[in-house]
T-cell receptor, first 109, second 114 residues
Framework: GQQLNQSPQSMFIQEGEDVSMNCTSS?????WLWYKQDPGEGPVLLIA?????ELTSNGRLTAQFGITRKDSFLNISASIPSDVGIYFC?????????FGTGTSLTVIP | ETGVTQTPRHLVMGMTNKKSLKCEQH?????MYWYKQSAKKPLELMFV???????ENNSVPSRFSPECPNSSHLFLHLHTLQPEDSALYLC?????????????FGPGTRLTVT
């Protein structure tokens, strides 16, 4: 099946730093979504992207739909301790829905 | 109650038991999904229901049996499971219409098969 690769796998950053992560696919996607999952909880939708080149913000989060439609990027500015968690990219193809391998973020106060 | 709820939150069962997981969504959505999340693996889509009709079954073993009596409720019936079925089972819902965009997830049921 489809594989969405995320990098980096994990990040350890100081509070206040900016964070960048990305997600790549071997196939074209027409929609990209970014989710965050806290331990013991389900993923929470952060941002949805519907058009190649689109840049969308949600507070300190900004995500971009790559122009090739095979990648997407998520940036977090001025990180805070509650940003800790695992970030997943995801994309639908027909009735299938694929999730990335995840980027684990640790914020050191 | 708002969003997507799942019960129980934790379940321990033996390989010969039969149990059911329940999911309820209060978002007015028409599509519901079951996912399996195992350690160190991406979320795996198991079943999709659109307007109560099953539209996807991703080669899931028959020991997992879904049921969707209406657009708000989804069950996953479990029987004769294996230890490798231990995982977090997540339910999600979306507006559906054939396109699973913007899914909203429940907190999951942590299943342990002994």
């Amino acid at each position: 099946g489809q594989q969405l690769n995320q990098s980096p796998q994990s990040m350890f950053i100081q509070e206040g730093e900016d964070v960048s992560m990305n997600c790549t696919s071997s196939s074209i996607f027409n929609t990209w979504l970014w989710y965050k999952q806290d331990p013991g909880e389900g993923p929470v939708l952060l941002i949805a992207l519907y058009k190649a080149g689109e840049l969308t913000s949600n507070g300190r989060l900004t995500a971009q739909f790559g122009i090739t439609r095979k990648d997407s990027f998520l940036n977090i500015s001025a990180s805070i301790p509650s940003d800790v968690g695992i970030y997943f990219c995801a994309g639908p193809t027909g009735n299938q829905f694929y999730f990335g391998t995840g980027t684990s973020l640790t914020v050191i106060p | 109650e708002t969003g997507v709820t799942q019960t129980p939150r934790h379940l321990v069962m033996g390989m010969t038991n039969k149990k059911s997981l329940k999911c309820e969504q209060h978002l007015g959505h028409n599509a519901m999904y079951w996912y399996k999340q195992s350690a160190k693996k991406p979320l795996e889509l198991m079943f999709v229901y659109n307007f109560k009709e099953q539209t996807e079954n991703n080669s899931v073993p028959s020991r997992f049996s879904p049921e969707c009596p209406n657009s708000s409720h989804l069950f996953l019936h479990l029987h004769t499971l294996q230890p490798e079925d231990s995982a977090l089972y997540l339910c999600a819902s979306s507006h559906g219409g054939g396109s699973p965009y913007e899914q909203y997830f429940g907190p999951g049921t942590r299943l342990t098969v002994t």
